[in-house]
């Protein structure tokens, strides 16, 4: 008993400091996930409230349009993920050792785009996808082709947003990338020149492999980032052309906001956080690592 409450002691200014994050993320964000379970068995609207069981569950994955929005979302995270973990690793590692100028210069060009407004870069890129006067079509004119309309082709419109979402994404893997580079021991690097390692050899074979903890925590960052995919699309494509580049969040705004449907809302919530919680444990399992040093 007396041992209980030394310990108790010990713990008890840990877990005040900790105190007022824990309210905060019961208040708002706990609290409103078990709200939003709730609400995802009803049907709601603005003059009705009925229990529906799983009917809105239903719905969904027999709607056509709301299984197109999910292959969308997983397949621009499939796209966007990847892209972003090999970029920004490799330019990390290439500015790594460049002076601290070039290195500001090239991580602050990355990272304009993550702090700027989403909708003026959104703006930006809608002038740029223009079919009539935008800069894709008068690259396109130049080569030949006239008329071209990115947004004319669901597969290239598809493309296009991931390419959007990469700029918004990419700035700050490569800045944690380039933070975590600095605090590997120098020694390993040190020992594989020695050995007689190509520059490559010793980002493949000893940074790239050191660097996994950080590698997991930005796989699932830009993961969850890429399945909350919302403001290009309603901008830029509006979701179209024929649901082509439709995602989770944009048909969970339109059921919200447009159609009043707030139970069908809730429910598109609920899958996409389970979706989300399932890839980040697959992901961890999978990058987990041991590596201490």
């Not at 990355?110 to 930006?124: D, L, N, Q, R, T």
């Not at 439709?246 to 447009?258: C, H, K, N, Q």
Request: avoid cysteine.
């Amino acid at each position: 008993m007396r041992s209980l409450k030394k310990n108790f002691r010990g713990w008890l200014p840990g877990y005040l400091f900790l105190l007022p994050a824990m309210v905060f993320f019961g208040v708002f964000v706990l609290l409103p996930l078990i709200q939003a379970f709730i609400m995802s068995f009803q049907d709601i609207t603005l003059q009705r409230r009925e229990w529906i069981g799983l009917g809105n569950y239903v719905e969904l994955f027999t709607d056509p349009v709301f299984r197109r929005s999910l292959s969308n979302t997983i397949m621009m995270a499939l796209l966007n993920v990847p892209v972003v973990v090999v970029f920004s690793f490799f330019v990390s590692n290439i500015i790594y050792n460049k002076s601290e100028f070039i290195r500001s210069f090239v991580r602050g060009a990355f990272y304009i785009p993550a702090v700027s407004s989403i909708v003026s870069i959104g703006i930006v890129w809608l002038y740029i996808f223009n079919p009539n006067f935008g800069l894709l079509s008068y690259v396109a004119s130049q080569a030949g082709v006239e008329n071209y309309s990115v947004m004319s082709n669901q597969t290239s419109a598809l493309v296009a947003l991931t390419v959007v979402l990469f700029t918004l994404t990419v700035g700050a893997p490569i800045i944690i990338y380039t933070a975590a580079r600095g605090n590997l021991p120098s020694h390993f690097v040190e020992a594989a020149q020695i050995d007689g390692a190509s520059r490559f050899q010793q980002t493949m074979r000893v940074v790239w492999p050191l660097l996994k903890p950080t590698t997991l925590y930005i796989v699932i960052i830009t993961t969850i980032n890429s399945f909350q995919t919302f403001v290009i699309v309603r901008l830029i494509t509006g979701g179209g052309p024929y649901y082509g580049t439709s995602t989770i969040v944009f048909m969970l705004y339109r059921a919200a906001f447009e159609r009043g449907q707030f139970g069908l809302a809730n429910a598109m919530g609920i899958v996409l956080t389970i979706m989300i919680v399932i890839i980040s444990v697959m992901q961890y399992t999978s990058f987990s690592s041991d590596v201490s040093y």
